[in-house]
């Protein structure tokens, strides 16, 4: 089956990237995403902030990908994250994402260096002009540094069409309701763990929540509740669900996250790369705890 814009919405988690002896263990990565397919994902992120993709060359980017569309096989659509520290890095993996065979691009908003919004402006449309795929718009202040304004998205996307929409991983809901008031067909996304439900109850196609690569099938069910306007259902699953969003942040992410995928046997070890390193003696214990008291085991195993 062909695809189409559409399709990009639901569950669609930002994936980890598993280390071996500091190296990107690619066969641990495919159980992984194969565990979060079969789990109910309606897509996967590959290089999202989850994976620690500045840490990661170039080449080790498109490996992923590569990886990601070869194991998915069709299944679910693969979004490669593509932005880089400069114009020609992120498009030279976004011209590799494509000619992988990715389905969709999320872009990261040119970060560090502040740029004016007409820069930001002019540097979507230049990527656009140079792959026929779709893209999503990674907006992320906390992280990037910079803000764009919601008519800069609807200016952007009359211009480059294939803009397409955005991961918004702000607490800022009213951009939201903006932006689609602008853009009607605006696919969002929500980044923010604890504000999935939250963002799709005012209109977001779906969420990419680095949560769900502990508990796909929980939270593909929160995102078809919400699809389908059973809100109770949704508001139950956000509620079981809200501590594990919250824990993704005890620490910088990913990290409690790679330490819960390994306690609970997805993932063979707790590796990173420098910068980056595993919890605190502390945020391990409260890590613990919350598999003990939530019963996270006996969830993944019923489901």
């Not at 560090?112 to 792959?131: D, H, N, W």
């Not at 980056?276 to 613990?288: H, I, K, N, W």
Request: proline share 7%; charged share 15%.
């Amino acid at each position: 089956m062909a695809f189409t814009v559409t399709a990009l919405k639901g569950s669609i988690p930002p994936l980890v990237t598993p280390f071996r002896d500091g190296e990107v263990d690619l066969p641990a990565f495919q159980a992984l995403l194969e565990t979060v397919v079969a789990g109910g994902s309606h897509g996967v992120v590959v290089n999202g902030t989850t994976a620690e993709p500045t840490t990661l060359t170039l080449a080790e980017r498109t490996d992923m990908v590569k990886c990601a569309v070869d194991k998915t096989a069709g299944r679910v659509p693969v979004v490669a994250a593509t932005g880089g520290t400069s114009f020609k890095d992120t498009l030279q993996l976004t011209r590799e994402a494509t000619a992988a065979g990715a389905d969709a691009l999320l872009v990261l908003t040119p970060y560090f260096i502040k740029p004016p919004v007409r820069g930001m402006i002019q540097y979507f449309k230049a990527l656009a002009s140079e792959t026929p795929l779709p893209i999503l718009i990674y907006h992320i202040p906390g992280r990037s540094g910079v803000t764009m304004p919601a008519a800069a998205f609807a200016e952007l996307s009359a211009a480059a069409p294939s803009v397409v929409g955005c991961k918004h991983a702000s607490t800022d809901l009213a951009f939201v309701t903006e932006l689609l008031a602008l853009m009607p067909d605006c696919r969002i996304f929500a980044g923010l763990e604890d504000l999935s439900f939250p963002m799709m109850a005012v209109g977001a196609v779906g969420m990419m929540n680095a949560a769900a690569n502990v508990l796909p099938q929980r939270i593909a069910a929160l995102a078809e509740a919400a699809m389908a306007g059973d809100m109770a259902r949704a508001s139950s699953l956000h509620r079981e669900l809200f501590k594990l969003n919250q824990a993704i942040f005890w620490d910088t992410n990913p990290v409690p996250l790679k330490y819960l995928l390994k306690q609970m046997n997805l993932l063979p070890r707790n590796e990173h790369r420098l910068p980056m390193c595993g919890p605190t003696a502390e945020v391990a214990r409260r890590l613990d705890q919350l598999l003990e008291e939530s019963s996270l085991l006996e969830i993944q195993r019923s489901t």
